[in-house]
């Protein structure tokens, strides 16, 4: 199931500013934090982790984001879901779910992963398939 929390909100504002939760679930941990920037009309993705999950914050811009769940096969099974991610709302990747993310516009995201995310660690981890 597509998880995407819509356009946050600070929960907190005063004279200084505000402050908004992009997560605090009490139970997700977080080893990698990437800013990443993404040109109008690119694809970014286009592959799932075998225990890898994360969470994109769109800061600016929007996408088409894609996924379907695979099997440990790496087969796709179950419906495929598609939905429009724009700045204020969060998306979330879950392990063993391919995705892909279309940029409608120029865009920049941060990605909090639960792994790291160092180079060997990430592609022992990540298989890459076509999902759009």
């Known amino acids: 199931m597509l998880t995407i929390y819509r356009q946050l909100k ?3 504002v005063d004279d200084r500013g505000g402050i908004t939760r992009l997560l605090d679930d009490g139970k997700t941990t977080i080893r990698s934090v990437l800013f990443i ?8 993705a286009n592959h799932f982790h075998k225990k890898d999950s994360h969470y994109a914050y769109m800061l600016s811009g929007s996408m088409e984001y894609t996924e379907q769940k695979v099997d440990v096969k790496g087969d796709f099974t179950g419906e495929r879901e598609s939905a429009i991610v724009k ?3 969060v998306v979330y990747s ?6 892909a993310m279309r940029f409608l516009e120029d865009s ?3 990605a ?3 792994e790291s995310r160092h180079q060997s660690a990430y592609e022992e981890d990540t298989v890459r398939v076509k999902l759009v």
């Open 87 to 89: 700045a204020g709302d």
């Open 10 to 12: 600070p929960e907190f």
């Open 108 to 110: 920049v995201f941060i």
């Open 112 to 114: 909090f992963a639960a």
């Open 37 to 44: 920037t993404c040109k109008k009309g690119s694809v970014r």
């Open 94 to 99: 879950a392990p063993m779910t391919a995705h």
